[in-house]
């Protein structure tokens, strides 16, 4: 079966100061991979997706960067972070040769807090 | 463009009535369609999806939805709500221009004892 990690659970950090959240997948090859940011506990925005290494699409402009540098590997990061940062950071994957599974899975979030 | 509308920002439920949260879309095509529950501070779980076939699914926890394509509908529904399915819940459309999820904005169920 497969799972995804996503670390760290909690993070608080000062405005101007870097960011770097994880997300790994196990149990599966050449997932499609994706990074969500929910803000006040609402609605989803889909930030980046990745189709492969390297492979990263973005889907608004912000201060924020994501990068896949293995297959099972997403990683979120910024070099100065804003107060309007905070929010709960979701990652998702879904398989690649879908046969009609479309569904994403969610990772466990982590809630940024920048102060 | 495809978008799936969730009308309730909130329903409200007695333990052991009936539930319903209501989701409605707009595609073109055949849809394909999500739902997704949200505890608190934790990530989405998937439910349920309808693809083809018969219009009521049936996904995890006693959930089902039926989809109705006249209504361009599919409602989450269960027969008896329990406290513990108090959560937030998202409807989603896969859009196949994109072949993105497009998530709708989310209803909080509240079942009281």
């Known amino acids: 079966s497969q799972t995804i990690h996503q670390w760290p659970a909690t993070l608080v950090q000062p405005v101007g100061s870097p960011l770097s959240l994880e997300c790994t997948v196990e149990?599966?090859?050449?997932?499609?991979l994706y990074w969500y940011r929910q803000a006040a506990g609402r609605g989803l925005q889909l930030l980046f997706y990745?189709?492969?290494?390297?492979?990263i699409s973005s889907e608004v402009p912000q201060n924020l960067s994501a990068s896949r540098p293995q297959d099972r590997q997403f990683i979120l990061s910024s070099k100065k972070l804003l107060l309007s940062d905070s929010g709960f950071y979701l990652c998702?994957?879904?398989?690649?040769?879908?046969?009609?599974?479309?569904?994403?899975?969610f990772g466990p979030g982590t809630r940024l807090t920048v102060t | 463009a495809q978008s799936v509308a969730q009308p309730e920002d909130q329903v409200n439920v007695a333990e052991g009535n009936p539930l319903t949260v209501k989701c409605t879309y707009s595609?073109?095509?055949?849809?394909?369609l999500f739902w997704y529950v949200q505890y608190p501070n934790r990530g989405l779980q998937f439910l349920l999806k309808y693809i083809t076939g018969d219009n009521l699914v049936k996904g995890s926890y006693g959930f089902e939805a039926e989809f109705n394509k006249s209504q361009t509908s599919f409602h989450l529904k269960k027969p008896s709500a329990l406290v513990s399915d108090s959560a937030l819940y998202f409807c989603a459309v896969r859009d196949r221009n994109t072949d993105k999820l497009i998530f709708g904005t989310g209803t909080r169920l509240q079942v009281f004892p």
């Open positions: 595609v073109s095509g055949n849809p394909y």
């Open positions: 998702a994957w879904r398989f690649t040769n879908t046969g009609g599974a479309y569904e994403q899975y």
């Open positions: 149990g599966t090859s050449n997932p499609n």
């Open positions: 990745s189709v492969g290494i390297g492979q």
